[in-house]
């Protein structure tokens, strides 16, 4: 199986201040990767598709980019809101796989 | 608007059984893969199951290949997962997603499994 490796494990960020994540595939996974966020006690919501592409609803502050092995996910200015778990998974081999997560914190 | 209602969940011993349910509203449901995505207290997102939206394929991630079958009724809009040969580490919060493409744009709000003696 496709193993994702997200990093950093944590993030401390102050609001306003730019955050980003990393996510690697030990294999090519094309552009078929998600990213999700999740918030205690909630749901994951689905941020992007195809690693890219934001899902409805997302704030423009949110981007995304990389393909084959190595993606990110950038948060241009923190908001209050944004602090939360974030995973990636793709969705090109099975069984499909999710990072371990993200964790952004405020600072 | 698209709901996704888990049901099922509950304490079971290890070695037992338990099937989890998700009703689906709001979409058309024989035409999306749905998914089953679990999640261990305090721990990240690991991935169950898919099955196609007729319900002729499926795969499962290695921890629970051989002992979960996922299973649709789509005259029903439901979609289940019969886990078998529960072990301790089952023991998450089950998810089911609606696929869209590959990736999973609706979840339900969770089902809580527990397996302990």
């Known amino acids: 199986e496709i193993v994702m490796t997200q990093s950093p494990a944590t993030l401390s960020v102050s609001p306003g201040e730019r955050a980003t994540l990393s996510c690697r595939a030990s294999q090519s996974v094309s552009s078929n990767l998600a990213w999700y966020q999740q918030k205690p006690g909630q749901a994951p919501r689905l941020l992007f598709y195809?690693?890219?592409t934001r899902a409805t609803g997302i704030p423009a502050r949110f981007s995304g980019s990389g393909s084959g092995t190595e993606f990110t996910l950038t948060i241009s200015s923190l908001q209050s809101e944004d602090f939360a778990v974030y995973y990636c998974q793709q969705y090109n081999n099975w069984p499909r796989t999710f990072g371990q997560g993200t964790k952004v914190e405020i600072k | 608007e698209v709901q996704l209602l888990e049901s099922g969940g509950g304490l079971v011993q290890p070695g037992g059984s338990l099937r989890l349910s998700c009703a689906a509203s709001g979409f058309t449901f024989s035409s999306h893969s749905m998914y089953w995505v679990r999640q261990a207290p305090g721990k990240g997102l690991e991935w169950v199951s898919a099955i196609s939206g007729g319900g002729h394929s499926t795969n499962y991630g290695d921890s629970v290949r051989g002992r979960f079958t996922i299973s649709r009724d789509n005259s029903k809009n439901t979609l289940y997962l019969q886990m078998n040969s529960l072990r301790a580490e089952d023991t998450a919060v089950y998810y089911c997603?609606?696929?869209?493409?590959?990736?999973?744009?609706?979840w339900g709000q969770g089902a809580l499994v527990t397996v302990s003696s």
């Open positions: 997603a609606k696929g869209v493409r590959g990736d999973y744009d609706y």
């Open positions: 195809g690693a890219s």
